[in-house]
């Protein structure tokens, strides 16, 4: 089993930055594949960026240029540095690890959310106009 412990959410205004981590545990099966998700009010989890175990890193158009995804040395922390924020960026920020069908799936943020085994808790980010 892997934990993934998330932090780093809250409000700024338009134009601020804020920064996410992801701290995994456990089993080390996870680095295939993590992505940031983020979900709003009645809709369902969107990927904004991915990093696959080649460390090959892939954002959605809304935030391109703006977030950069990363790992520290170890690997078991992931990051998403969200500068230039928007009011668009708010809602409930997850990370995802793990694919059940790892050898098949392609690493990517427009993954289904249902392709991950593990999830963080959420911190919930509000970008204020």
């Known amino acids: 089993q892997v934990q993934l412990v998330e932090s780093g959410g809250g409000s700024v205004e338009a134009g601020g930055s804020l920064r996410l981590s992801c701290a995994a545990s456990g089993s080390s099966y996870y680095k295939d594949c993590m992505v940031w998700f983020r979900q709003v009010p009645g809709k369902g989890r969107a990927g904004v960026s991915s990093?696959?175990?080649?460390?090959?890193?892939n954002y959605a158009d809304s935030v391109r240029g703006r977030f950069t995804i990363s790992r520290d040395n170890t690997g078991n922390t992931l990051y998403l540095q969200m500068t230039d924020m928007k009011p668009e960026d708010t809602g409930t920020y997850y990370c995802?690890?793990?694919?059940?069908?790892?050898?098949?799936?392609?690493?990517?943020?427009?993954?289904?959310?249902?392709?991950?085994?593990?999830w963080s808790q959420g911190t919930q980010v509000t970008v204020s106009s």
């Open positions: 990093i696959d175990v080649y460390d090959r890193i």
């Open positions: 995802a690890a793990g694919l059940f069908r790892s050898a098949n799936v392609y690493c990517y943020h427009g993954l289904d959310p249902k392709e991950f085994r593990y």
